[in-house]
T-cell receptor
Framework: GNSVTQMEGPVTLSEEAFLTINCTYTATGYPSLFWYVQYPGEGLQLLLKATKADDKGSNKGFEATYRKETTSFHLEKGSVQVSDSAVYFCALGALNYGGSQGNLIFGKGTKLSVKP | NAGVTQTPKFQVLKTGQSMTLQCAQDMNHNSMYWYRQDPGMGLRLIYYSASEGTTDKGEVPNGYNVSRLNKREFSLRLESAAPSQTSVYFC??????????FGSGTRLTVV
């Protein structure tokens, strides 16, 4: 079945450090891939997405490239800020048999803490 | 502001008590979802409703029931709460995958 695996946290970085959060997936066909972010005390928000191989999603300085050959969608940011402290979720969306849209499948989340 | 509204935000129940979590969206979305979030487990889908009048089980439906009252509202009911149901519950709605909008959550503690 479809699944998402993301790196275990928590991740603690100093401000302006480089961030990578790994995400790999298992899916039949050609899924769409997403990163969602959850700030403390809030619900999840879409951060970026990619819908086909080699697409790069980007938003707020974050980037992720859909790599079909390695079934990966790693999240990166060149210089993190304290305000980036949050939990990040990788997610996969695949079509059901018959072509209808299935539900999103989420990874377990990675907590990022950025220290000043 | 348009979005997903969940009530209540916090709740403490005794084992065996019942309660209903309410969720409403004003974005005219067809699909609505209930998730629970537990430490180290990520988000797990409890029930979803692809459209008004339909509901389906997700990954962890046991101990819960849902009602899609109309297009706007999707409620989650715990008939006899158990400590294992202590969690943060999120409602979401969507048109497409990248249109998932989440509520701010209900923190439920069952003692």
């Amino acid at each position: 079945g479809n699944s998402v695996t993301q790196m275990e946290g928590p991740v603690t970085l100093s401000e302006e450090a480089f961030l990578t959060i790994n995400c790999t997936y298992t899916a039949t066909g050609y899924p769409s891939l997403f990163w969602y972010v959850q700030y403390p005390g809030e619900g999840l928000q879409l951060l970026l997405k990619a819908t086909k191989a080699d697409d790069k999603g980007s938003n707020k300085g974050f980037e992720a490239t859909y790599r079909k050959e390695t079934t990966s969608f790693h999240l990166e940011k060149g210089s993190v800020q304290v305000s980036d402290s949050a939990v990040y979720f990788c997610a996969l969306g695949a079509l059901n048999y018959g072509g209808s849209q299935g539900n999103l499948i989420f990874g377990k989340g990675t907590k990022l803490s950025v220290k000043p | 502001n348009a979005g997903v509204t969940q009530t209540p935000k916090f709740q403490v129940l005794k084992t065996g008590q019942s309660m209903t979590l309410q969720c409403a969206q004003d974005m005219n979305h067809n699909s609505m979802y209930w998730y629970r979030q537990d430490p180290g487990m990520g988000l797990r889908l409890i029930y979803y409703s692809a459209s008004e009048g339909t509901t389906d089980k997700g990954e962890v439906p046991n101990g819960y029931n849902v009602s899609r009252l109309n297009k706007r509202e999707f409620s989650l009911r715990l008939e006899s709460a158990a400590p294992s149901q202590t969690s943060v519950y999120f409602c979401a709605s969507s048109v497409l995958w990248d249109g998932y909008t989440f509520g701010s959550g209900t923190r439920l503690t069952v003692v």
